[in-house]
């Protein structure tokens, strides 16, 4: 069975730094690209970032563009996002999600970044 | 950048009645159109991809048509169960999504 499971989320200042991290299992995460997509609750769905099989090639979203790091480790079935000088509205909850289209999600992580 | 608008935001309807929700792009992205439904509470499921192609696991109720700009997700005889927001996501540029149908059922 695939299974996708985030962790790291939490509550941040402005300005401040989390790193999520989602453990894969039930399939070879080597074989897919990756992408970390995010929701506001109750609100829509947005595409954040996204990394090559073999991690050699990764794309951000522009407002999260020189903010965010998207990174895997196929060895271990993880992925991960590092996510710097965070704002009021990178709140969210983040998803974990493989390939596209987007045929499996996590259960999610919420990031609430608030003073 | 590919915008998505879907029609209607929000629909009420009794079970066994047919729904139709539909989105259209910004520009042509060919077959590139993809439905969720997300359920309160719970993460996004993949209903239909590349406009039409069914998943296995997903009721036949649900039916996806449409290619260019116009696309249509449909739900025959609808269930209780099928509450939930339903999205349209084209992956033929960078992915964007639509705002989201919401279907409550009577």
């Known amino acids: 069975e695939v299974q996708l499971v985030e962790s790291g989320g939490g509550l941040v200042q402005p300005g401040g730094s989390l790193r999520l991290s989602c453990a894969a299992s039930g399939f070879s995460l080597s074989s897919f690209w990756m992408h970390w997509v995010r929701q506001v609750p109750g609100k829509g769905l947005v595409w954040v970032s996204r990394i090559s099989s073999d991690g050699s090639s990764s794309h951000y979203a522009d407002f999260v563009e020189g903010r965010f790091t998207i990174s895997r480790d196929n060895a271990k079935n993880t992925l991960d996002l590092q996510m710097n000088s965070l704002r009021v509205d990178d709140t969210a909850v983040y998803y974990c999600?493989?390939?596209?289209?987007?045929?499996?999600w996590g259960q999610g992580t919420l990031v609430t970044v608030s003073s | 950048e590919v915008v998505l608008t879907q029609s209607p935001d929000f629909q009420s309807v009794t079970p066994k009645e047919k729904v139709t929700i539909t989105c259209r792009a910004s520009?042509?992205?060919?077959?590139?159109l993809h439905w969720y439904q997300q359920r309160p509470g719970q993460s996004p499921k993949l209903l239909i991809k590349?406009?039409?192609q069914s998943i296995s696991g997903v009721p036949s109720r649900f039916s996806g048509s449409g290619s260019g700009t116009d696309f249509t997700l449909t739900i025959n005889s609808l269930e209780a169960e099928d509450a939930a927001t339903y999205f349209c996501?084209?992956?033929?540029?960078?992915?964007?999504f639509g705002q989201g149908t919401k279907l409550e059922i009577k």
């Open positions: 996501h084209q992956s033929s540029g960078w992915y964007t």
């Open positions: 520009q042509s992205i060919g077959s590139s």
């Open positions: 999600v493989r390939s596209a289209p987007f045929d499996f």
């Open positions: 590349f406009a039409s």
